[in-house]
């Protein structure tokens, strides 16, 4: 039996002692912002911050009193509010009828101290979860050209890797300027700033990188390999003046098409570490009895890894609904948020994916960066599987759904080649800076991330404080020129 010294006994007792007290807080916190009271839940985590003598419970704390700030932030909208933004997007819609909404539940709201919130994304994910609210859209949107642009160069990716049997062709290249800009004033001026901004990450299919300058000069550029590829940056605050940091790269992207054959597929040799990781549960990616359920409905007795894949893949693009999210840092799960509503945005998408995919053994990981498609141009995740002998592979669940369920001017027959394509496919137009989630920056972030999943819009800080997405604004342009470096 191991004896302790008395001393070394009592900080044991006092340390269990302050990490109990500080699951209590945390216990406690939760059950009163669920209440709506987050005055008082933010109360709560903050004594027990003053109480707390560990600096990695404080850091948990103080992360979960910051989670509150971020919530209200996301659920901007009052109830009048939110109102008045649908009769400027709903053609004929009257206070009846918007009431009998709330009563169905077609928003996603919460209690806020007091009084009922709405997230500020609540009109634009009306019409995704309820399309056919789309005929009564005061300013509706024009998607016929580029659901057919979608579909011609899948379908010329498609082509040119059937031609040369290559799965990279077709490539392209582009220029990029990406700027992150601190507020005027956000924080004191002369605080030196430290930023994070994404660059493209060395794929098979994505190379040739070439750095053409920042400003101001950049201190460090992550490995061409990292699982979360950023430059790095520091400068004092602008007096009275926002501060940018900008950067210009060119890069190289080829088209992707797998044409993965069930009867040559393998199952996984998972005595490889990498791969074997890459099965295993972690944040977002839990094997809850929810997951395990749908799981054994969609797989059933099926024992190969493409078609069980591909099960998972079909079920998402026909049954999830796509919406603008909450900042994924408000979110403890997010592949089970979007399991139990139904919806969800192009991350969530591909989380429920690869957790489905690495519940089956099938090895999945993230892949995110920028979707840089003409006309389409926003930040963008997906994920990729990976499938003996063939190997790693793109799978975007989102472009899946987008085929089935919003590309509406598309024939059936269509429909299914875009949604074939993503399966296995992918467009030249992406920058792909991220390989796994959840990952740590380079040189290391001192305080919270702003997202703590994702990494496409670039972090910050001053004074070992986080400046989150309220104080910054980022843009990204591209164009594309000669193929060849």
Known sequence: MTRFPLSSALLLLTAFSCAAASSRALHEATQQADAGDFLKAESTLGVAMKKEGSEVQRRVLD??????????????????????????????LTQSEFEQWLREGRFDSRVIDGVLRFVDSSVSNLFFRHSALNARRIKPRATEAKAQAF????????????????????????????????????????EIIRAWVPVPRRYPFQDQFEWLGSAPPMLN???????????????????????????????????VWFDPQPGRVTAPDLRDPELKRFTAEGPHVIFTGKMRALSSELVGTETNAMLKARR??????????????????????????????????????????????????????WQSGWNLFPDAKTIHDWCEIYLAPYGWMPVDPYMGIYAMQYATSLTTDQKETLRNFYFGGLTQYRMIANSDHNQTLEPAKTSHRSDDVDFQRGELEAGGKNLYFDQFNYTLSREEISSEP
């Open 312 to 365: 998972c893949y079909d079920w998402i693009s026909e049954n999830i609904r796509y919406s603008f999210a909450r900042e994924y840092s408000t979110l403890g799960n997010l592949s089970d948020y979007c399991l139990t509503n139904r919806y969800g945005d192009c991350g969530q998408e591909a989380l429920l994916l690869i957790t489905l995919c690495r519940l089956n053994g099938i090895p999945a990981r």
């Open 221 to 255: 550029l992550s490995a061409p390999t990292s699982s979360i590829r950023s430059a790095y940056f520091e400068q004092p605050a602008a007096t009275n003046a926002a501060t940018a940091f900008r950067m210009d790269y060119a890069y190289t992207a080829h088209g």
């Open 151 to 190: 579909l011609e160069n899948a379908m010329a990716i498609q082509s040119a890797a059937r031609r040369e049997g290559n799965p990279y062709v077709l490539p392209k290249r582009f220029r990029v300027t990406m700027s992150v800009t601190v507020k005027s004033n956000a924080i004191a001026p002369g």
């Open 63 to 92: 992360f979960e009193r910051e989670r509150l700030v971020r919530i209200r932030k996301d659920y901007r909208l009052t109830k009048p509010e939110l109102f008045s933004e649908l009769t400027n997007a709903v053609s004929n």
